[in-house]
């Protein structure tokens, strides 16, 4: 009696410094969690301000495309008016050389050619005429020479506005070149920093994992502790090459016995071959009895399915498993998680299929148990 109640208080200090070390864990999955949606949330920001920066980028790159072609159109509008600035120089040189003939002419020959085309006049009509015509002849040298003279100032007015309207042009694709530098390198950043996110979040969800499996691990522990003495127990039968433990410990709920029943489903057998242990999916598996792994792996009705030959003639059969992790061949040991439970196959929810075949002989499993 003693003895029992030492075995029960350490069993109880087992399954509170479970409790104590769930709750821890509890706690640093909570916060894992918590900055695991802190960092997606700051990831989608950076992804969204990543895309306006490249937009932005397009925009500024469509602009400098826009002012390259107005810069080129204004050249071409400067060289045109530097060509029409040439020709009409020219007119005004052609114009000017002419005067200063007529000028040396009448320089040269004084008023005396002049007054003897007057005196060759016939009549009073015909000196009008001729006066008129040598003042028209000066006349039209002051004009002509004034015309080519604005036409010169209005196209180097022409030219000069062109060019300004370069200048500024040019000034605007610089400060267009600058803010391109600036926006790639504000995109490069934001590109690492994303980067710096990812990589933050994978190793949070690293850390997260192994917080997980360790919790798991831990309820484990917990719930084998809670369940590996029971004041009331039978003790096992010893059969074969050792004894069974229980496959599914803390789920002795048996949903459908060995023998008769009624067809839970269709296609079920109305004799059946094991015993359905109720469990929720996940829940750990572990082999009765060391042996070697005959199959493991898919088989139609019994879903994943692992078989256990244990020697002496005495196997053991795990049916409609979630999850396998052994293979065929390999060597298990007494106690040896092996797979976790699921529904799977022919079934009608989690749980446990557990069939001891002795001699190849389905048997009543609750005699080694």
Same mark, same amino acid.
């Given at each position: 009696?003693?003895?029992? @109640?030492?075995?029960?208080?350490?069993?109880?200090?087992?399954?509170?410094?479970?409790?104590?070390?769930?709750?821890?864990?509890?706690?640093?999955?909570?916060?894992?969690?918590?900055?695991?949606?802190?960092?997606?949330?700051?990831?989608?920001?950076?992804?969204?301000?990543?895309?306006?920066?490249?937009?932005?980028?397009?925009?500024?790159?469509?602009?400098?495309?826009?002012? %390259?072609?107005?810069?080129?159109?204004?050249?071409?509008?400067?060289?045109?008016? #530097? /060509?029409?600035?040439?020709?009409?120089?020219? /007119? +005004?040189?052609?114009?000017? #050389?002419?005067? @200063?003939?007529?000028?040396?002419?009448?320089? +040269?020959?004084?008023?005396?050619?002049?007054?003897?085309?007057?005196?060759?006049?016939?009549?009073?009509?015909?000196?009008?005429?001729?006066?008129?015509?040598?003042?028209?002849?000066?006349?039209?040298?002051?004009?002509?020479?004034?015309?080519?003279? @604005?036409?010169?100032?209005?196209?180097?007015?022409?030219?000069?506005?062109?060019?300004?309207?370069?200048?500024?042009?040019?000034?605007?694709?610089?400060?267009?070149?600058?803010?391109?530098?600036?926006?790639?390198?504000?995109?490069?950043?934001?590109?690492?920093?994303?980067?710096?996110?990812? %990589? /933050?979040?994978?190793?949070?969800?690293?850390?997260?994992?192994?917080?997980?499996?360790?919790?798991?691990?831990?309820?484990?522990?917990?719930? #084998?502790?809670?369940?590996?003495?029971?004041?009331?127990?039978?003790?096992?039968?010893?059969?074969?090459?050792?004894?069974?433990?229980?496959?599914?410990?803390?789920?002795?709920?048996?949903?459908?016995?060995?023998?008769?029943?009624?067809?839970?489903?269709?296609?079920?057998?109305?004799?059946?071959? &094991?015993? /359905?242990?109720?469990?929720?999916?996940?829940?750990?598996?572990?082999?009765?009895?060391?042996?070697?792994?005959?199959?493991? &792996?898919?088989?139609?009705?019994?879903?994943?399915?692992?078989?256990?030959?244990?020697?002496?003639?005495?196997?053991?059969?795990?049916?409609?498993?979630?999850?396998?992790?052994?293979?065929?061949?390999?060597?298990?040991?007494?106690?040896?998680?092996?797979?976790?439970? &699921?529904?799977?196959?022919?079934?009608?929810?989690?749980?446990?299929?557990?069939?001891?075949?002795?001699?190849?002989?389905?048997?009543?499993?609750?005699?080694?148990?």
């Amino acid at each position: 009696m003693k003895k029992r @109640k030492r075995i029960l208080s350490l069993l109880l200090v087992c399954v509170l410094c479970f409790s104590m070390t769930g709750q821890a864990q509890a706690s640093k999955i909570s916060a894992a969690k918590k900055k695991a949606q802190v960092l997606q949330s700051k990831k989608k920001e950076a992804v969204a301000e990543k895309k306006k920066l490249l937009e932005q980028l397009e925009s500024v790159l469509d602009e400098m495309e826009t002012t %390259k072609k107005k810069i080129t159109a204004k050249e071409d509008e400067i060289s045109k008016k #530097e /060509d029409e600035l040439l020709i009409a120089q020219v /007119d +005004e040189d052609n114009q000017y #050389e002419d005067m @200063k003939k007529r000028i040396k002419y009448m320089y +040269e020959n004084g008023n005396a050619k002049f007054i003897e085309i007057l005196c060759q006049s016939k009549s009073l009509s015909d000196f009008l005429n001729n006066a008129e015509y040598i003042s028209t002849i000066s006349s039209y040298d002051r004009t002509m020479l004034k015309k080519f003279q @604005k036409v010169v100032k209005n196209v180097q007015a022409q030219e000069e506005a062109l060019k300004k309207e370069n200048a500024e042009l040019e000034k605007m694709q610089d400060n267009l070149i600058a803010k391109q530098s600036t926006v790639k390198q504000m995109l490069s950043d934001k590109k690492n920093e994303i980067a710096g996110i990812q %990589k /933050d979040i994978k190793k949070n969800a690293s850390k997260l994992s192994a917080l997980e499996q360790a919790a798991a691990d831990a309820a484990r522990k917990k719930q #084998e502790a809670a369940s590996s003495y029971s004041p009331g127990a039978v003790a096992s039968v010893v059969s074969g090459n050792g004894t069974f433990t229980h496959p599914c410990p803390g789920y002795s709920r048996i949903s459908s016995y060995f023998g008769y029943r009624e067809q839970p489903l269709a296609g079920a057998s109305t004799n059946h071959k &094991g015993m /359905d242990f109720a469990a929720p999916t996940g829940t750990p598996i572990y082999a009765a009895a060391g042996g070697t792994v005959v199959s493991a &792996g898919y088989s139609g009705k019994a879903g994943n399915l692992i078989v256990i030959n244990h020697g002496n003639g005495l196997s053991t059969y795990y049916m409609h498993c979630h999850k396998i992790y052994v293979r065929a061949g390999q060597k298990v040991s007494k106690g040896q998680n092996i797979a976790i439970v &699921g529904t799977t196959g022919n079934s009608t929810g989690p749980h446990l299929h557990f069939q001891v075949m002795s001699g190849g002989v389905p048997v009543n499993p609750l005699k080694y148990l």
